[in-house]
């Protein structure tokens, strides 16, 4: 095994041992996997059970954890010579009742109960600290696999249109605005008209919601017209949750009869690129990496 | 018929001769004509086909219209010496392929298209500016019907805790910051979480939302915590669109757990206030004015 760092601030790409990969569900545990392997490192995977996809996170080596299970996690992890920890795949909120909870967790609980009432900001960074408190250290996920995170321009082979573009320039400044609340990564602006923010209910739900206004008549913009926009609120924990998409999103912003959607360059993650972008073309919308203000 | 004053400044309370009063849905309608004709003016009632409800209007003077006969709405009005024109109850934005377009109305729809296509605030500025432009002067419902306003302080028995209290005070803040931006005029907050932000789909859809979430889990403050935030945006024409609340408000907010409702005391209207407070009661929620701050 290699040795352990006690550097805080070491590069994260640096070999600090393996990498500990805590993984929800989706195939991007398995691209940062490759990604961190093909970067020469090893990696061992946790994934979480009803979220990962056991068939993916079988060709590595791998521990299955029930959510909330701190104990067993800081046991398995220190015995594989982990120091650094990432988070990377879809996590659903559990309910608090559903959490299976070990020893290090029960100790933890109260802590855990006052972070868990916060917002998910909160939540987020209270989950960070009690992992840095054991010792390990919380790497991004597209710090060690940046071949993750979304490119600046488009993704596929359509492009945002001059009204598109006030769209995003709208939307950003809303996500901005509400920023310093905690509420989603998300919205929906068509000709200058929100017709959805995201708080709890996540980005599919809002899509969703805005495909059924749509087909209630509810909607004042024609088909074609509209933006899902996404960005990091400005508080956001962001080494284990950057706003992401991936083929369903962009299916699901079709439904919603959306032109396209458009994201912030390298402060958001692409699940399976190559799939985005034949679905972009397929659904005739655009997928835009707003790149940084020049 | 009395005489028409020609001043755009008069007091909305004088005698300009009798209130065209166009009327949506719900019982606020014939609320405000009571009112008016309490204090000793006349009321013509405009009552839209599909929203209004037949049985209440038909006690009072009136003539029905469809949704956009603008030319009908007129010459009707003129005929009956109106010059003051008031709008209140509920209204569904319509397909805009639904409107019924007389003559009148078919001139002015290359300005109403533009006008449609904009935010709330936008499309009722623009409604505001047509009548205005044909020599009818907009007062609100509750300029000439106070009764309506939503007082300061408790509706019903029940009355905010200090975690209410913070929730409210989260909750007005998160509103103002998205005022510019003409989304929608409600959020739900509990413990400081943002769990919605209303915006095309409206109060009652966003309380739905909120009570499914629920009902999956997906919020992390136990039912009987969290309040319904309502305020006007900062540029909304008041005249014609405050934020409203109902029994049906309060039913839907105690089926999404929330502890209750805090809408701003003077600029909202009140439907039903004895209703609202025995529903209150009943759901043993609380349904609570904002005062002007200090």
Redesign the interface.
Known sequence: MSTISNSGEADPLADNGPLALICGGGTLPVAVADAVIGSGRRVVLFPIRGWADAVLVERYPHCWLAVAQVGRFLRRARQEGCRDVAFIGTA???????LRVDWEMFKLLPRVWRI????DDH?LSGVVRIFEDHGFRIVGAHEVAPQILMPAGNVGSRAPAAQDLADIE?GL??LR??G????GQG??VA???????????GTD?MLA??AE?RAR?????PAGEGVLVKAPKPNQERRIDLPTIGPRTVSEAARAGLAGIAIVAGEAIIAEPAAVAAAADREKVFVFGIGAPQ
Request: net charge positive.
């Open positions: 659903v909120r559990p309910p608090f009742r559903a868990y009432r916060g917002g939540l709208h400044g809303l605005a509400i310093p609340y905690d509420v919205a929906v000709n200058k008209h929100v017709l959805a923010v995201e708080a709890a209910e739900s919601r805005v206004l008549g509810r909607i004042p913009t």
